[in-house]
């Protein structure tokens, strides 16, 4: 049987990323004890590694690698000649967010803007990419590897590129933005020689397409109503919808059904005025899926 081999990252987005994947009809399960995957697809192999290391090994083939998913931050990072698949916009506390490599000083330190930095000590783990940032203005700083806890080095550097979703880190160590070097959200990756294989190209599509799917559903729901038929006008004007909703004939011609797609953060405005305006039997239920 043909198998895709595909890296998953550990750390961070670990949990988010096995959530992701269930919401797409694929069940991981780790071994505390080995970085093999345990999927219950057939087809496909996994294995966990650090998300800063799979760019690289995807691009190379290491380890049998036809394909994973990174931080574009590390794509870039390692100047990795991989064919990005899909985006997946996901971070490790929500759907939809994208998470920022930004330069922060202490709350005290004199430095304001960039400028400031010119002949200054950066600390990063992302050492390519905040070279080229500073190279690219034509401002001199000396870039050094912080590998853990950067936000320490605020206070041995001059300051710090480091990464954030919400910014509640860098605030709790009293640390202050200045700029940000990059905006970055997770990627499926493939790499040059997988793609040239029918079979698992087709595959990477069909993972593509369920994952975009399990995410494109993530702050949607669906809700189903009975209404009046002459109350359809009225109600068809209150709902939104992602295309036009889905409207049926009940067998009694006085009445209609309606079914919509609608973003979760609306309903708990939008059931009242339906029912005010004459809709009932409202069903709210939740997607795993949304297919365009």
């Known amino acids: 049987m043909k198998t ?4 998953i990252p550990k750390g961070s987005l670990q949990e988010a990323t096995f959530a992701l994947f269930g919401r797409a009809g694929f069940n991981i399960a780790a071994n505390e004890r080995s970085y093999i995957l345990d999927i219950d697809d057939p087809e496909l192999e996994g ?3 650090r998300a800063q290391e799979i760019a690289s090994y995807v691009e190379r083939g290491a380890l049998g690698l036809d394909a994973g998913l990174t931080g574009k931050d590390w794509i870039l990072e390692n100047g990795a000649k991989v064919k990005e698949i899909a985006e997946l916009p996901y971070a490790k ?3 939809g967010r994208t998470v920022r490599w930004v330069l922060a000083v202490p709350e005290n330190s004199k430095i304001r803007k960039i400028e400031d930095l010119n002949g200054k000590h950066v600390a990063t783990e992302l050492v390519a990419v905040t070279k080229k940032f500073f190279a690219s203005r034509k401002i001199k700083v000396s870039v050094e590897f912080s590998w853990g806890t950067t936000e320490l080095k605020a206070y041995t550097a001059d300051a710090i590129v480091e990464v954030t979703e919400t910014g509640s880190s ?3 160590h009293k640390l202050r933005e200045i700029a940000t070097i990059l905006e970055s959200t997770p990627r499926l990756i493939a790499n040059h020689n997988a793609l040239k294989d029918p079979w698992k190209k ?14 494109e559903a993530e702050d949607k729901v669906g809700l189903k109503m009975n209404l009046p038929r002459k ?3 009225a109600i068809l004007t209150i709902l939104p919808s992602m295309k036009n909703p889905t409207v049926s004939q009940l067998t009694d011609d006085r009445w209609l059904a309606v079914e919509v797609v609608v973003s979760e953060k609306v309903v708990r405005d939008l059931i009242p005025r339906l029912k005010e305006a004459g809709a009932c039997d409202i ?6 899926k949304v297919i365009d």
């Open 93 to 95: 506390r929500s759907a």
């Open 231 to 233: 109350a359809k006008d």
């Open 47 to 49: 294995i966990m590694l």
């Open 4 to 7: 895709l081999k595909i890296a």
């Open 283 to 288: 069903i709210e239920y939740k997607l795993t």
């Open 202 to 215: 087709k595959k990477l599509q069909n993972l593509s397409l369920l994952l975009c799917g399990a995410l």
């Open 170 to 172: 860098l605030r709790a």
